[in-house]
Nanobody
Framework: QVQLAESGGGLVLPGGSLRLSCVASGHTFSSYGLGWFRQAPGKEREFVAAISWSNTDRYYSDAVKGRFTISKDDRKKTVYLDMNSLRPEDTAVYYC????????????????WGRGTQVTVSS
């Protein structure tokens, strides 16, 4: 059974950095790729970044472009989200999920969601 597990969240000062990891246990890479979403208190879940397993597609939301980088390690079955220049508005629970089709930012096009990891940016 495929399971996605996020880790790496925590409390960080504004301007700081964090690396999130999404480990895909039992994964067979049958999905198109993997994406990261986030949900802040009282707000809807929003797309953050996605990467295809073929490594041909990487894309980001406008809110994080230039600050966040998505990457993967196939041998470790892990997808990373490197977050730099963090802002208080980046505070949210971050989730990873399998991607059904390319170039999509819709949550309904993702499945097999992990439980999330909390990121808090505050002084």
């Amino acid at each position: 059974q495929v399971q996605l597990a996020e880790s790496g969240g925590g409390l960080v000062l504004p301007g700081g950095s964090l690396r999130l990891s999404c480990v895909a246990s039992g994964h067979t890479f049958s999905s198109y790729g993997l994406g990261w979403f986030r949900q802040a208190p009282g707000k809807e879940r929003e797309f953050v970044a996605a990467i295809s397993w073929s490594n041909t597609d990487r894309y980001y939301s406008d809110a994080v472009k230039g600050r966040f980088t998505i990457s993967k390690d196939d041998r470790k079955k892990t997808v990373y989200l490197d977050m730099n220049s963090l802002r208080p508005e980046d505070t949210a629970v971050y989730y990873c999920a399998d991607q059904r089709r390319p170039w999509t930012t819709l949550g309904t096009d993702y499945y097999n969601w992990g439980r999330g990891t909390q990121v808090t940016v505050s002084s």
